[in-house]
């Protein structure tokens, strides 16, 4: 077993324990902060298949941005309703068998892949690509996402604030 096997190992084990969390937890503002661990096992899972770019992109973008955003709506609504809000999770059931079939189909495609098969080295480096297409045709659609989150922030901290 390799250094590599172990590590997927545990970050799989923390994505699994912190996706079942985000469901099962009945406080909100908790379920948010297990969803921030889950978004950051799926990054070290980008960090194991030696792609640093998309997992830096994780981190920033989902881990650090739409939680951040999340946490501002809990905040803003309980002010707004005054109220404690508590998730409930409703067809759990339903939830679990519809997961439990994708568990076991997921199960036979591994089962009928190869046991070994070689790892393909990377020709290029992707991130000069990808970054390329970043300043280049979807520079402006980059750019209005910008601005769009920080419009929501100004209108979650201007609905947050006190009215003193």
């Known amino acids: 077993m390799t250094l590599e096997t172990v590590g997927f190992a545990v970050v799989a084990t923390v994505l699994l324990a912190s996706s079942l969390a985000v469901?099962?937890?009945?406080?909100?503002?908790?379920?948010?902060?297990?969803?921030?661990?889950?978004?950051?096992?799926?990054g070290l899972i980008f960090l194991l298949l030696e792609s640093?770019?998309?997992?830096?992109?994780?981190?920033?973008?989902?881990a650090g941005g739409v939680v951040t955003i999340v946490v501002f709506a809990i905040m803003?609504?309980?002010?707004?309703?005054?109220?404690?809000?508590?998730?409930?999770?409703?067809?759990?059931?339903?939830?679990?068998?519809?997961?439990?079939?994708?568990?076991?189909?997921?199960?036979?495609?591994?089962?009928?892949?190869?046991?070994?098969?070689?790892?393909?080295?990377?020709?290029?480096?992707?991130?000069?690509?990808?970054?390329?297409?970043?300043?280049?045709?979807f520079a402006v659609t980059f750019e209005l996402l910008g601005v769009l989150l920080v419009v929501a922030l100004l209108g979650a901290l201007h609905f947050a604030r006190s009215e003193e």
């Not at 469901?23 to 799926?42: G, R």
């Not at 640093?52 to 989902?62: D, S, T």
């Not at 508590?86 to 679990?96: D, P």
């Open 23 to 42: 469901v099962l937890t009945p406080n909100l503002f908790h379920a948010v902060l297990y969803l921030a661990a889950a978004l950051v096992a799926t």
């Open 52 to 62: 640093p770019f998309l997992f830096a992109v994780q981190l920033l973008l989902y």
């Open 76 to 137: 803003l609504t309980e002010r707004l309703v005054g109220t404690r809000i508590t998730q409930t999770s409703r067809h759990l059931v339903n939830g679990a068998i519809v997961a439990a079939a994708v568990f076991v189909g997921i199960i036979g495609f591994l089962i009928q892949a190869p046991a070994v098969s070689p790892r393909p080295g990377q020709t290029a480096d992707t991130t000069a690509a990808i970054g390329r297409l970043l300043v280049g045709p």
